[in-house]
């Protein structure tokens, strides 16, 4: 079993649509939760990240962390042409021993369509 | 912001040859830099740890002798895929983190480097 799994798309979306984007994982040792967005060809680029179970909103973003189902998202509203690109959740943890580990979902592939 | 370069951003060689990358930090200092492997439609793999002044930590599965890496400074780490084969074509990411930042999560990730090799 991947210590992250995320499904890996396309999700194709009308302009204007709620996006919903999900990462499930079975470390309970993860503490902090990140999203990252990697346009075609490109590095990825940190969005959002959290530390505690709850919502956290960045403009028409928002991360969504529940640590007792080990479930974490993020919602894209009025999702635009511009907001097409691959998703990676992100998580990491101190191991008992050496650095800390930086654990990449697969990345969901999104196209919102005009 | 925090800037992350890498260099070249493609190169095509032939088989058999060590091709150096090349990734600094731009306006900050990175006693931490990593470096990730992508291949189409896939995630980021990690490959390794790059530690400045110290030897680099690698992943399970990741050659040392064939893909190495020197961080001699606080904004350059790289990376050099020695005798490359047409299996190492590939999307190499490097990442660093500021050291002068209190949250060691944030990564700083470059623009990847395309590797294709003949």
């Known amino acids: 079993q991947k210590e992250v799994e995320q499904d890996p798309g396309p999700l194709s979306v009308p302009e204007g649509a709620i996006v919903s984007l999900n990462c499930t994982y079975s470390n309970s040792a993860f503490q902090y939760f990140m999203w990252y967005r990697q346009y075609s060809r490109k590095g990825p680029e940190l969005l959002m990240y959290?530390?505690?179970?709850g919502n956290k909103e960045d403009g028409r973003f928002t991360a969504q962390v529940d640590k007792s189902s080990k479930y974490i998202s993020l919602f894209i509203r009025d999702s635009q042409p511009s907001d097409s690109a691959t998703y990676l959740c992100?998580?990491?943890?101190?191991?008992?021993?050496?650095?800390?580990?930086?654990?990449f979902g697969t990345g969901t592939r999104l196209k919102v369509l005009a | 912001g925090a800037v992350v370069s890498q260099h070249p951003s493609r190169v095509i060689c032939k088989s058999g040859t060590s091709v150096k990358i090349e990734c600094r930090s731009l306006?900050?200092?990175?006693?931490?830099m990593f470096w990730y492997r992508q291949f189409p439609k896939q995630s980021l793999m990690l490959m390794a740890t790059s530690n400045e002044g110290s030897k680099a930590t690698y992943e399970q599965g990741v050659e040392k002798d064939k893909f190495l890496i020197n961080h001699a400074s606080l904004t350059l780490s790289t990376l050099t895929v020695t005798s490359a084969h047409p299996e190492d074509s590939s999307f190499y990411i490097c990442?660093?983190?500021?050291?002068?930042?209190?949250?060691?999560?944030?990564?700083?990730f470059g623009p990847g480097t395309r590797l294709t090799v003949l």
């Open positions: 306006d900050f200092q990175a006693t931490t």
């Open positions: 990442s660093a983190r500021d050291s002068g930042l209190s949250s060691y999560n944030e990564q700083f």
């Open positions: 959290t530390y505690s179970s």
């Open positions: 992100a998580m990491t943890y101190y191991p008992t021993s050496g650095t800390y580990k930086y654990i």
